[in-house]
């Protein structure tokens, strides 16, 4: 039987055994994979199961499906490729062993873990801050003088300036070191002072989409992106 490993930041979360010929991955709770988390859309993509092959196919889902990091519409899987959808990772194995621990639903049987669970109620909590708020927010983690900004403009600048939107601390900062753009509901990310001062998941950027759950660093003040619903 196949077998899907899901991980998430490299902590396995879930192991997932089925005996079905297709299951579905997908945000809500109706999916045989579960992904709690706003970057992955309600019906992502799905997986067909034939006795020699995997097929994973895409949903024509917002943010894409990527097996072995190459985006993909739809693609037959070898053993331990990897499938990235929003920030997990799916790892398919060709056959698994059943194991007592695991729960059986309608031929898929289902590990869970701790992670997964804080996951989920993570997730939880960003919903219903963005349904509470009716727009995106920036969650403040460290080096903040306030713990939610909300993105309800089109433009929002940072920086070290007295007339900024939201403030940021560290050394060597601009008066006005980046600014958060809205376009076509998307929102971007722009770095407009000193060099590498402007984070996005640790990496230095110029100009980067923001997705949800991406931890966005300028100067030392982390803040995550909590996308509002489309």
Do not use: M, Q
């Given at each position: 039987m196949p077998e899907i490993i899901v991980k998430y930041e490299d902590k396995v979360i879930e192991r997932v055994v089925t005996e079905k010929k297709r299951i579905s991955i997908g945000r809500t709770a109706d999916n045989d994979i579960v992904l709690d988390n706003l970057g992955v859309s309600r019906r992502h993509a799905q997986m067909e199961f034939n006795?020699?092959?995997?097929?994973?196919?895409?949903?024509?889902?917002?943010?894409?499906?990527?097996?072995?990091?190459?985006?993909?519409?739809?693609?037959?899987l070898k053993d331990d490729d990897q499938i990235t959808i929003g920030k997990f990772n799916l790892i398919y194995h060709k056959n698994a062993e059943r194991s007592s621990n695991l729960t059986d639903m309608d031929g898929t049987m289902v590990l869970r873990t701790k992670k997964q669970k804080e996951l989920l109620e993570r997730d939880q909590k960003a919903r219903e801050l963005v349904e509470k708020?009716?727009?995106?927010?920036?969650?403040?983690?460290?080096?903040?003088?306030?713990?939610?900004?909300?993105?309800?403009?089109?433009?929002?600048?940072?920086?070290?300036?007295?007339?900024?939107?939201?403030g940021v601390k560290g050394f060597f900062l601009s008066r006005i070191q980046a600014k958060i753009v809205r376009e076509n509901d998307n929102f971007f990310l722009l770095n407009l002072g000193r060099k590498n001062k402007t984070k996005v998941n640790g990496a230095s950027i110029r100009r980067e989409r923001l997705k949800n759950d991406d931890l966005v660093q300028v100067g030392r003040s982390v803040f995550r992106f909590v996308e509002g619903n489309k």
């Open positions: 006795p020699d092959s995997a097929v994973i196919i895409d949903n024509e889902s917002l943010n894409g499906t990527f097996v072995n990091s190459r985006k993909v519409t739809e693609e037959i708020s009716g727009c995106s927010v920036l969650l403040g983690l460290e080096n903040v003088n306030k713990k939610k900004f909300y993105l309800d403009r089109d433009l929002i600048t940072l920086g070290k300036s007295k007339f900024v939107d939201i």
